[in-house]
C-alpha cells in the first residue's frame, strides 16, 4: 500500500503534517482506535529502487543493506470521505530517516505503508481520562481527545520544547490541558512526573480513571511507576515508550521488547 503527499503544513518548528492520498490507499481500512498506526518504509540513500516499492520483493532481492528503513506513525487522522491519510512527523534536523524525510517531502512523493493497528480508545464509561506524553504522542491524543464523549472529564499533561511548539487541541468546558516546556536543564526528564505528582485526582476516583501514558522511554516508565503507587490499576493504562532518549531509532527497537516486558513486570 502506498500514498502520494497531496499537502505539507509546518505546524511547529519541530512537527510537519502530511497528508496523503491517491489510489494506492484504496486498500486502507481505519481501525477504532485513537492511537492506531501504520508501518512506514523508506528506502536507503541509494538504494536501486523507489516510489512504490514492494517491501517483501526487496527484501528477497536485495542485500540487506539495501532494504528499507520501517518505522511506527501514529494516524492523526483518516478522512473517510476524501480517502486522505494525515501523519505528524516530529523533525529534529537531518536526525532520523523518518523525519528527514518527512522536512523534504513534496506534493508527488510517495510514502509506502502496511496497516494500521492500534490498541486503545477512550473508555466512554470511565469516570475520568488522564492523557500524558510528548510530541511523539501528541496525534494520538488529539485523536483520543476528539473521540471523548460529550461533557468527558479529561486531564492532559504534555511536554514540548516551548510555547512555539504548542499545537491546538480540542476545547471543551471537562478538558484540563496544560503544556511543561523543557528548559535544557537535566530537570526536564522529570516535567511530567512532578506534574503527575501535583495533580489532585478527584476524590474517591483512582480506579475509575483510563489513563494514556505515552512518550520516552524512561519518562513513561517512572510515570507509570507513580500511577501504580497512587493505586490506578494496570488495565485502566495504555502505557507504551515511543522513544528513548540518547539511542537512535534502530537501537531503540532491538532492545524496546526486553524493556517494555521489565516495565510491565513491574509492580509498582
Known sequence: MHGLVVRKQ???????????????????????????????AFAPEGAGYSGAFDCAQVRETRPREEWPARRRFTVRRWDEAERELTIDFVVHGDVGV??????????????????????YRPDPAAGWHLHVGDESALPAIAASLEALPAGARAVVRLVCDGPGHEVELPAAPGLDVAWLHRTGAASDVDLLLEALRGLDFPAGSTDAVHAFVH?????????RRHLLQRGVPRTAMSCSPYWRRTMTDEAWR???GDFVAAMEAEAS
Open 10 to 40: 509546518q505546524l511547529t518548528p519541530s512537527m510537519v503534517r502530511i497528508v496523503l492520498g491517491g489510489g494506492g490507499l484504496d486498500g486502507f481500512v481505519m481501525t477504532e482506535a485513537t492511537d492506531a498506526y501504520v508501518n512506514l
Open 98 to 119: 523518518a523525519g528527514r524525510w518527512a522536512a523534504a517531502a513534496q506534493p508527488g512523493d510517495v510514502l509506502v505503508l502496511e496497516g494500521p493497528a492500534g490498541g
Open 215 to 223: 512518550g520516552e522511554a524512561e519518562e513513561i516508565r517512572a510515570v
Open 254 to 256: 532491538r532492545v524496546k
